[in-house]
């Protein structure tokens, strides 16, 4: 018995995921990568924050990362009201100290660059969670880039 209200529960869970409103949700594979984005209320229009990802032991944004910054200001300009909180992340490489100031460091890249394009830096909030969060359990190289982001959450 207790197997099949597990297996039911199971079945519920991942039904009430699936989008039967019959409106295309705008959300490609690409914003379906395992740890890539947080959804949004997607009824009322507001979308997916992308991840921002980083080199090994940077804080500077690269290419992928500004592209994926200008998807995500697009976002924040469709919902004036919407406040996020940046959260820098690192793979477990470096010590604990080193890893909260990296993932400082990435969250205020982040957040210096949305107040460069027009956001106002009262929208914006940051904390470090170093690499005391990962997505990723693993130690390989494909993990540790996986790990090191800025995640944005909506509040």
């Known amino acids: 018995m207790r197997i099949i209200l597990t297996l039911l529960l199971s079945i519920i869970v991942s039904c009430s995921k699936i989008n039967t409103s019959g409106k295309d ?67 477990v490489r470096g010590t604990k100290e080193y890893n909260y100031a990296l993932g400082q460091r990435r969250a205020n890249s982040v957040r210096n660059w949305l ?17 005391d969060m990962p997505v990723a359990l693993g130690n390989s190289e494909e993990d540790h880039a996986t790990n090191r982001r800025v995640h944005f959450r909506h509040n």
Not at 72 to 91: A, F, K
Not at 115 to 131: A, C, D, E, P, Q
């Open 25 to 91: 949700s705008g959300i490609s594979e690409r914003d379906l990568a395992v740890g890539s984005n947080i959804p949004l209320d997607l009824d009322q229009g507001l979308g997916l924050f992308r991840n921002i990802y980083f080199d090994f032991d940077s804080a500077e944004l690269n290419p992928r990362a500004i592209e994926d910054l200008n998807y995500n200001l697009m976002v924040l300009n469709q919902q004036p009201n919407l406040i996020v909180t940046l959260e820098g992340h690192c793979d």
């Open 115 to 131: 107040i460069m394009n027009g956001i106002s830096s009262t929208r914006l909030k940051t904390v470090s969670y170093g690499s």
